[in-house]
């Protein structure tokens, strides 16, 4: 089975090493063997080879290079994956349970080519924050990134990513979109405790969102485990 993957990002990059019979295309290359590609360039699209399957890693934006784009070169593709996040949601209320019905932000330039993507039969992974190795929740504390300790945060480790596309190359799941958390949403409180970093300020009040995996667990192995965060980190440290 041949696989495109457009961007070598921190998730293409893991998907490109899972798939060494992939081919992954970056912006700007050195390597001659990886193609130049970027949506906003038409001159770059004749770098694209067909491909049964493609994940697409970067934000579906915008809309009117989405479907030029798909309809020049991705329609006889069989299994497009093309990677979101949940902040495609609308969040009404303070921790809120999100699942893949919840009503979103349809002004987002991103979800529009997501949605056009997906009335195309594209399968859409919703992210939560993406942590794994040289990415973690603990150096966004120590870079001070994060001043609200309050907020809950929705996490899928890179491993699981990659375990679960590699789930859905094996049985498409066409015009489907899925919510990539792993389940144990946490507030930057605890986080913050269990890497003991004290937050100087009690934090505003800003509504949260509990990220709900429930259907792709329904697709997934009986006995899948997603990645805890706090034994990741420990792992990742040694």
Not at 94 to 117: P, S
Not at 211 to 235: G, H, V
Request: net charge positive; aromatic share 8%; proline share 5%.
């Amino acid at each position: 089975m041949s696989i495109l993957i457009l961007g070598k990002g921190y998730v293409g990059k893991a998907l490109c090493e899972e798939f060494p019979e992939a081919t992954g295309t970056r912006r700007k290359v050195t390597n001659p063997q990886t193609p130049s590609f970027d949506l906003e360039n038409e001159i770059t699209w004749k770098n694209i080879p067909s491909a049964e399957t493609i994940i697409w890693t970067f934000p579906a934006c915008p809309v009117e290079k989405v479907e030029k784009f798909y309809n020049e070169k991705l329609l006889s593709c069989k299994n497009l994956i093309v990677l979101a996040s949940t902040s495609r949601y609308v969040v009404k209320r303070q921790k809120q349970r999100i699942d893949e019905n919840t009503d979103i932000d349809k002004t987002l330039i991103r979800v529009k080519g997501e949605e056009y993507l997906k009335s195309q039969g594209a399968t859409i992974l919703a992210l939560a924050g993406i942590y794994g190795p040289n990415r973690d929740p603990y150096s966004w504390l120590t870079k001070g990134l994060i001043r609200n300790p309050k907020k809950m945060l929705n996490l899928i480790h890179l491993d699981d990513i990659v375990n679960i596309i590699k789930v859905l190359i094996k049985n498409p799941k066409p015009n489907e979109i899925y919510n990539l958390a792993d389940g144990e949403a946490k507030s930057w409180q605890e986080i913050g405790e269990k890497a003991d970093f004290h937050f100087r300020m009690p934090g505003e009040r800003e509504l949260s969102k509990i990220i709900s995996n429930d259907k792709i667990k329904s697709i997934l192995p009986e006995n899948y485990q997603f990645r805890d965060l706090y034994t990741s980190w420990e792992l990742h440290k040694n």
